[in-house]
């Protein structure tokens, strides 16, 4: 499959998913801005736009090269007044805010940071996503705070609540970069790993393939990524639903397909790695020997 940039590149969001054309998302800023040393862990607040700009914009070009078709702005906890949570944990408050976009007279897309459980005032994420079509919302879905599993079981129950509900809305979904089974309600935040030693966590670029496979197969067309997603996740999603995309994206010019790169290698047995069934079944060891595999959420 040739190479290529994203063809149609005016189209409007809503025109791209009502011809069922993939939206590839974006990944990581404050994550992975903290590890590069452009941001202060707590407040996690973006004064990186100030003061290094040209860091920002390096993020955002490698997720472009990697595939994304939408950058979000990096504006995380950037605003004066911010609420004592910077997520949408209520629906009744992701309702609000929809009222309030549509009076702009464009797409709204509304996502919540909501595992299987629903809301914090205990709205399932059927409810939520009826709620939110119900006030305007185009495109509903889950961000952060979970992982891959974790979200896209989420999604799932978004979208038979709307399908028990009669109603339609495109499916977008942007979840950690990291394996969260044992998260609480809260989400990773309240896992002890959080935020300094949640790198044993990693998802690798096999798992976030099978994700992309399978938020595909659920119905998910916006797929991306949220903490954690660094552009080789990225690249991971592109890659996996090229086929249905119709191409490569740029940065996949460096890495041939299911480790066919490796056919090159010096050593033999590192030439054997250069297929699909060795990755897809390889159950990778964290060579922390005397680590536990799961933790206890503090809260």
Request: hydrophobic share 40%; charged share 25%.
């Amino acid at each position: 499959m040739a190479l290529a940039g994203s063809p149609g590149a005016k189209k409007g969001i809503l025109e791209r998913l009502d011809s069922g054309e993939v939206v590839v998302g974006d990944g990581s800023f404050l994550i992975t801005l903290e590890k590069r040393g452009y941001v202060k862990a707590g407040l996690w607040t973006s004064e990186a736009v100030v003061e290094h700009p040209s860091a920002v914009r390096q993020l955002h070009m490698e997720f472009l090269r990697a595939g994304s078709n939408v950058m979000q702005t990096f504006t995380f906890s950037a605003s004066e007044d911010k609420m004592e949570s910077q997520y949408f944990e209520h629906a009744e408050e992701a309702v609000w805010a929809v009222e309030v976009l549509k009076e702009a007279r464009k797409p709204v897309a509304a996502t919540m940071c909501i595992g299987p459980e629903g809301d914090m005032h205990g709205v399932t994420p059927g409810e939520c996503a009826v709620k939110l079509v119900k006030a305007g919302a185009s495109i509903v879905g889950v961000n952060c705070r979970f992982g891959p599993c974790t979200s896209l079981k989420t999604m799932r129950l978004m979208k038979e609540g709307l399908w028990a509900s009669g109603l339609k809305a495109h499916l977008m979904v942007q979840p950690l970069g990291f394996h969260m089974p044992d998260c609480g309600k809260g989400g990773f935040v309240d896992l002890p790993e959080y935020p300094f030693a949640l790198e044993p966590r990693v998802a690798t670029r096999w798992d976030i393939q099978k994700y992309a496979r399978e938020a595909y197969n659920l119905g998910v067309r916006y797929i991306g990524g949220c903490c954690g997603f660094e552009p080789y996740h990225i690249r991971a999603i592109a890659e996996e639903l090229a086929p249905e995309r119709g191409f490569l994206p740029p940065s996949s010019d460096k890495h041939g397909s299911w480790g066919s790169g490796l056919n090159t290698h010096t050593k033999p047995w590192i030439r054997a790695r250069a297929r699909r069934e060795y990755w897809e079944n390889l159950l990778p060891a964290s060579g922390r020997p005397f680590c536990p595999s799961l933790s206890k959420p503090d809260a």
